[in-house]
């Protein structure tokens, strides 16, 4: 019943911008850590963006502070990563991840391909 999907990826010119979704179901993120993760080709999976459950405190990869934002709905279950002036090194398969202490919930990802 658990799943995170992910969803707006896709193929962008570079400095245009995309927004990816993912909704939850089977759980409340309300009480979770969410998490943006991405894995290019030959690369490791890197955090991207988190926001705490309480505060809605944040925080970004320095490679992309400034044009990504992370947020969240929790009405409609769905936190939201919007990624503006987007680079080719931003291509990747973006995954979401709900965090509660040891608990740990991960999306299949969405594509993005940043190219000309």
């Known amino acids: 019943q658990v799943q995170l999907v992910e969803s707006g990826g896709g193929l962008v010119q570079p400095g245009g911008s995309l927004r990816l979704s993912c909704a939850a179901s089977g759980f409340t993120i309300s009480s979770y850590a969410m998490s943006w993760y991405r894995q290019a080709p030959g690369k490791e999976r890197a955090l991207v963006a988190r926001m705490g459950s309480t505060d809605g405190a944040t925080h970004y990869a320095d490679s992309v502070k400034g044009r990504f934002t992370i947020a969240r709905d929790n009405a409609e279950n769905t936190v939201y990563l919007q990624m503006n002036s987007l680079k080719p090194e931003d291509t990747a398969v973006y995954s979401c991840?709900?965090?509660?202490?040891?608990?740990?919930?991960w999306g299949q990802g969405t594509q993005v391909t940043v190219s000309s």
């Open positions: 991840n709900a965090n509660l202490l040891w608990r740990h919930y």
